[in-house]
């Protein structure tokens, strides 16, 4: 029974929304509005579980002094201190919420997104060693798209931007548009397996 | 002390930062000082419900954030109402600020808050102590009382109004100066706040109202309160119609009229066209109520007959003497000319008339929930947008869009342009052509070839755009085709005739010269409006009146009244027998022969109250319960409001204009309402690759059930897993998975937790961590249950640690610092990344490199498999992450699946190849079966 009531309401919820897919009928979409009402509520809930098991992890980590067990002070203070702002004051503009999250999530935030430069001149270095024909290859037509997306690419011959648009537009979107193309398959196929019942990992478990 | 030095490293690190940050922060000017010259003025054109608040705004200096707006209905309670926004940075260049509360605004409904509260950071002893408040509460005893002070307006889903309401009868008995008892009862239907959708207000002409306007700045610092300025609304005439033209046509014996729709629309009755003699003398000869919710239309057509009946001197003959004018009135028949002085009508014959459209068509729209019906008309035409050169001025790029209809469905294209013809096989928006530099061309002429299955379009038909080349601003001239100038204006009338105004065609959609096709919105009447009669607090009831209106679809009475419950219509019928019973007896009673006929008359008109009921109301009113009678006269009342007719006018805005008889199909059916339909054409191709996809999976589970070996390319990064999860024990480090940063929803994150269930089965068994950082909320439980599901399996149920599957945060670069700090951290042996991944994913799969962990990633984020690529040992591309749950069970059952997928992807490649081969090949068919949207 624990696995049989989701697995019918995988099941008969997941064959509706195929049905839904194929059939523009005012209850069809009624029911995908009720449904997307219902969703929002649900979603709603679910953040306890993510404050809980944050919480829960941290105090543990405390609890037996594991290493760097005073940053899980800082975890839970922060948790705490930026709902407490919130719920106070509320979340609007100029409230101490939107001044802990303009001068500190997002310059955080700013600075883990500006280290990807470097992460990306680091992985192009890696990518570009002209070990074997293909690297070669790819090194090549690398250098020509960098060159064609700045201005001194035009300057030194008007060929590049054709040639970086040409390379962008045809081998690129081909194999954009094969991986596309596998990917949805996959997902059609997963789904499949998850609507009929197939593949039930998502229970917890791996027993078919 | 090396870890007291890396503590105050960080101390310093960090004051360091906040002094910079508040260093760099702008100087702060007090926010002490009201706003100042705060007015109020009237709406203009309004029923009285609207009034304009205008003030100075604060220097940008005071980093001002908002302007919030109180009102009330008396000096000492003023609640918010709105704000408007600035932008502190910038504040408000203009001299004045307006905010405009006018036609109905919001006042509550259920997701108000639950209790009345003052508005924080009034200051002790200012004048806004104890006087301010926030939104209007959902509490009944704090809103109720205030309904009499506004104009109130509900909105209600029908199903609750209907179906869901409870009627309260109301007996008010009051005692008359003679001593009688006066007994009075009234039904209503009651509500909760809840079965409301919202509830409107609006100010009410004549009464009083305060105002007052609070700045807060970026610190939420609220300045003092402005000073309270009180206003009255006013009633005013209707504006002036910016436009009027009036038109003669001799050869018809009639005159046209065009105007301009008014700006304000709430307060509108009607349009009166007035004719001034040669006296100067005013004679009404045209009236039209408007069509108001709807837009109404701006032209008329009144013949000289017409004009006769009306004003019996007229003369055609003598059209020059006369003069026109045309009025706007409003409910309160106040009424506004548009002319100052009158016009003169422009005599001329019908000969100006371009032709009207041709192949009107209405039908139901297809693949759709039943909410449009589809009008087209005309032949097919090509826009063209843009024409340009080349830089030598060789070629020539014309980008064109096709504009058709379902009579005229173009399958190909001609375009020619200095007799050189381009056949355009697939419509893609641009052709081009070679041409001499020295001789530019100035025409291009477009023919069409259209499907077989609509209209045979002439041969001669064709579509020609001039042009020339701009040499000072160096672009391509298009010059306006023929008739340009005219637009199509699409009218349409219910089986009610308009509503209860009757007989006024709505006039939806204005189409440009260009369009061939128009869905025409039929939206489902799912709210009713009413206003509130009466409230119960004890009860926390709302009451509104219980009439229902039903159309009849008869000539002389569009709409008919009744009763919304069946106990109220039969005390309703009890009272009008009782009424008529009385006048009877009165009858015998009376002597006087015209006292008897006069009693005869009113017992004529209640009885034919009590009779003369529209056949469908008779039915419903015999059904016995007040849900199957509700549901027969709203079946019946849906299909009146929502059956139209139609007819198309192709006008110039100017009083030339001519129309389209209405449209009658083959079966002669005038009325057209939209079908709800059960199956979406446009994804027969989807439907069709989806069986197919379903028998293949079918046959080959089959096949893999009775022992066929089903042979399955090696992927190199699924058979590595095991050997990852082993290097982790070996070195006696922890494993980490990372399941996608998308939620649940994402059929990537369902692959990656597919995987997980095999990875952390495989860990389990070697007694190896696992440590999997969720960053949705709602994986969270599902990876928990698979991890402790796995363990349980290995039938190692002591080794699951619930808190090695932990939730992060939600936000993106956040999760990642966590990621990052736990690969540094714990030194993980084996990394894996598997399902939707953004810009996240180099960030952790390098910082993964440098640990010197094995690293395994799966995604189906094109975005990011370049960076997984170059920086793990092994990827699964694409498709690749929803294989390997297969391929680690090596289930028949799943690799059924996976050799279905493999022979659906063949199939797929031999039709792009077909596709590619045919459309080379100009045999555009196949391509055509497989739409691009």
Request: hydrophobic letters at 40%; aromatic letters at 12%.
């Amino acid at each position: 029974m624990k696995r049989t009531i989701p697995l019918l309401i995988v099941m008969i919820l997941g064959m509706m929304f195929v049905v839904h897919t194929f059939v523009p009928h005012k209850i069809s979409q009624d029911f995908y509005n009720w449904y997307q009402t219902w969703l929002k509520v649900m979603v709603s809930f679910a953040v306890i579980l993510g404050v809980g098991s944050l919480l829960m992890v941290h105090t543990n980590k405390i609890k037996r002094k594991a290493p760097a067990w005073g940053y899980s002070w800082l975890t839970i203070l922060a948790l705490v201190g930026t709902s407490a702002a919130g719920f106070i004051w509320g979340i609007e503009d100029g409230t101490p919420y939107m001044w802990i999250f303009e001068n500190v999530n997002a310059p955080l935030g700013a600075t883990m997104f500006s280290l990807l430069a470097f992460y990306m001149a680091s992985a192009a270095y890696k990518a570009f060693r002209a070990r074997s024909m293909e690297a070669t290859l790819l090194l090549i037509a690398a250098i020509i798209v960098m060159l064609g997306r700045v201005s001194i690419g035009n300057a030194i011959t008007e060929w590049i931007p054709d040639i970086t648009q040409w390379i962008l537009n045809v081998p690129n979107l081909a194999a954009k548009r094969a991986i596309k193309l596998g990917v949805g398959l996959g997902m059609t196929a997963t789904s499949l397996k998850i609507i009929l019942g197939i593949e039930r990992t998502y229970l917890g478990g791996g027993k078919q | 002390m090396n870890k007291l030095y890396k503590i105050l490293f960080f101390l310093v690190i960090v004051s360091l930062c906040f002094n910079l940050s508040l260093s760099a922060a702008p100087k702060i000017v007090p926010n002490d000082e009201p706003i100042r010259d705060l007015k109020i003025s009237d709406f203009p054109h309004d029923d009285g419900g609207g009034l304009v608040i205008t003030w100075e705004p604060l220097p940008k200096e005071k980093r001002i954030l908002e302007y919030r707006v109180f009102r009330g209905f008396t000096p000492d309670s003023l609640f918010r109402i709105g704000k408007i926004p600035v932008n502190p940075k910038t504040g408000v260049v203009a001299d004045t600020m307006k905010y405009t509360n006018a036609g109905y605004t919001f006042f509550v409904d259920a997701t108000s808050p639950a209790k009345l509260k003052h508005e924080p950071g009034q200051r002790k002893g200012s004048n806004a102590e104890k006087i301010l408040y926030r939104e209007y509460p959902r509490d009944i005893k704090v809103y109720a009382p205030m309904l009499e002070h506004y104009r109130i307006l509900t909105v209600i889903p029908a199903d609750k109004y209907l179906y869901n309401s409870r009627m309260k009868v109301k007996t008010q008995i009051d005692t008359l100066e003679d001593g009688t008892v006066d007994t009075t009862s009234s039904t209503y239907a009651g509500l909760k706040l809840r079965q409301f959708k919202y509830i409107l207000t609006k100010l009410k002409p004549g009464k009083e109202y305060y105002y007052a306007v609070q700045a807060v700045n970026k610190y939420r610092d609220r300045s003092p309160l402005s000073k309270i300025v009180s206003a009255t609304p006013v009633d005013n005439p209707p504006e002036k119609l910016k436009e009027f033209y009036s038109v003669a046509y001799t050869d018809t014996k009639e005159m046209k009229f065009e105007w301009s729709l008014p700006f304000f629309k709430t307060d509108q009755k009607q349009f009166n066209i007035y004719l001034y003699d040669a006296n100067g003398e005013k004679h009404k000869i045209f009236s039209r109520a408007t069509a108001y919710p709807y837009t109404s239309q701006s032209n008329a057509t009144v013949s000289f007959e017409e004009i006769k009946n009306k004003f019996e001197p007229f003369n055609s003959q003598n059209m020059q003497w006369y003069r026109f004018n045309i009025s706007l009135k409003d409910r309160q028949d106040m009424e506004t000319l548009a002319k100052d002085e009158p016009i003169p009508a422009e005599i001329t014959t019908t000969e100006v008339l371009p032709e009207p459209p041709e192949h009107f068509t209405v039908r139901d729209n297809p693949d759709d929930k039943g909410d449009k019906n589809l009008i087209y008309f005309g032949k097919p035409y090509v826009t063209i947008p843009k024409i340009s050169y080349n830089d030598d001025f060789t070629e020539l790029l014309v980008n064109y869009d096709i504009k058709d209809n379902e009579l005229f469905k173009v399958k190909h294209a001609i375009f020619e342009v200095d007799g050189v013809s381009e056949k355009e096989y697939v419509l893609d928006r641009k052709v081009e052509f070679d041409v001499d530099p020295d001789n530019l061309p100035n025409e291009i002429k477009t023919r069409f070839i259209c499907y077989d299955h609509g209209l045979e379009l002439p041969e001669d038909y064709e579509v020609i755009h001039r042009f020339s080349y701009n040499e000072r601003l160096q672009v391509v001239d298009i010059e306006p085709p023929k008739g340009a100038n005219y637009s199509v204006q699409v009218l349409r009338m219910n089986k009610t005739g308009g509503g209860p105004q009757a007989n006024v065609w709505r006039f939806p959609k204005e189409l440009t010269y260009v369009e061939r096709e128009y869905p025409d919105k039929v939206d489902y009447e799912e709210v009713v409006y009413r206003g509130i009669s009466d409230y119960s607090i004890e009860d926390n009831i709302l009451y509104t009146s219980t009439y229902y209106l039903v159309g009849t679809s008869e000539e002389e009475r569009a709409y008919y009244t009744t009763a919304l419950y069946l106990k109220q219509l039969e005390k309703n019928r009890k009272e009008l027998k009782k009424q008529i019973q009385s006048l009877k007896d009165k009858k015998s009673q009376a002597e006087d022969e015209e006292q008897k006929t006069a009693l005869d008359q009113q017992i004529m008109e209640l009885t034919s109250k009590l009779e003369d009921v529209p056949p469908v109301v008779k039915e419903a009113n015999a059904k016995k319960s007040n849900k199957a009678r509700m549901k027969l006269l709203q079946k019946k009342h849906n299909n009146d409001v929502r059956s139209f007719r139609y007819f198309l006018r192709k006008t110039d805005g100017k009083g030339h204009f001519i129309d389209t008889p209405i449209y009658t199909n083959a079966d002669g059916q005038e009325y057209f309402k939209p079908k709800p339909n059960w199956f979406k054409n446009k994804e027969t191709i989807t439907l069709i690759a989806m069986l197919i996809f379903g028998v293949l999976v079918f046959f080959m589970i089959r096949a893999a059930r009775k022992g066929k070996n089903l042979y399955i390319r090696p992927i190199a990064g699924i058979q590595e897993i095991d050997n990852a999860i082993g290097r982790a024990t070996e070195m006696g480090r922890p494993i980490l998975f990372v399941p996608g940063t998308s939620g649940i929803s994402d059929v990537a994150t369902l692959a990656g937790l597919a995987i997980l269930g095999k990875v952390a089965k495989k860990a389990a068994e070697f007694e190896t961590r696992i440590l999997v950082p969720v960053r949705n909320y709602i994986v969270l439980p599902i990876a928990q249950e698979i991890v402790k599901e796995a363990h349980y399996e290995a039938g190692r149920p002591d080794t699951f640690d619930k808190n090695s599957v932990f939730y992060i945060t939600n936000a993106q670069f956040a999760f990642v610092s966590g990621v990052n700090g736990i690969m540094v951290r714990e030194q993980t042996a084996t990394n894996f990344y598997m399902g939707m991944f953004w810009a996240e994913s180099l960030l952790m799969t390098e910082t993964g490199n440098m640990t010197g962990a094995i690293q395994i990633a799966g995604t189906d984020a094109i975005t990011q498999l370049p960076f997984f690529i170059t920086t793990c040992d092994y990827t699964l591309i694409g498709e690749e992450l929803y294989a390997a749950s297969a391929y680690l069970s090596k289930q028949p059952m799943i690799l059924g699946t996976l050799k279905a997928q493999d022979y659906m992807k063949f199939l797929i490649v031999v039709s792009v190849v077909l596709g590619t081969i045919l459309s080379t090949l100009k045999l555009t068919f196949f391509m055509k079966w497989f739409p691009a949207k």
